[in-house]
Nanobody, 118 residues
Framework: QVQLVESGGGLVQAGGSLRLSCAAS????????MSWYRRTPGKERELVAG????????NYGDSVKGRFTISRDNDKNTVYLQMNSLKPEDTAVYYC???????????WGQGTQVTVSS
């Protein structure tokens, strides 16, 4: 079955960096748009970044532009989120999402906690 497993979350001080990874299995990775979302209690789930395949076109949420970078390695079936200049408001559970290129269906990972202390 399809599995998306996030890793790399943790506790970091403001201004620091983290790199999240999402390893996918059970699907043809190159057929999926990969995205990162985040959710904090009491808020809607927010798109952080997405990357297409092929082509590797990227898009970012306004709050992370210039600080976060999404990338993918289709040989390793993995998508990454490099997060720099972290702020306390980046504290959230970060989720990986795989959306089939037709947009017809998608899969979610279980999430990884990122906590940024001030």
């Amino acid at each position: 079955q399809v599995q998306l497993v996030e890793s790399g979350g943790g506790l970091v001080q403001a201004g620091g960096s983290l790199r999240l990874s999402c390893a996918a299995s059970g699907l043809t990775f190159s057929n999926y748009v990969m995205s990162w979302y985040r959710r904090t209690p009491g808020k809607e789930r927010e798109l952080v970044a997405g990357v297409t395949s092929p082509g590797g076109n990227t898009n970012y949420g306004d709050s992370v532009k210039g600080r976060f970078t999404i990338s993918r390695d289709n040989d390793k079936n993995t998508v990454y989120l490099q997060m720099n200049s972290l702020k306390p408001e980046d504290t959230a559970v970060y989720y990986c999402k795989a959306t089939y290129k037709s947009g017809y269906f998608s899969y979610w990972g279980q999430g990884t906690q990122v906590t940024v202390s001030s």
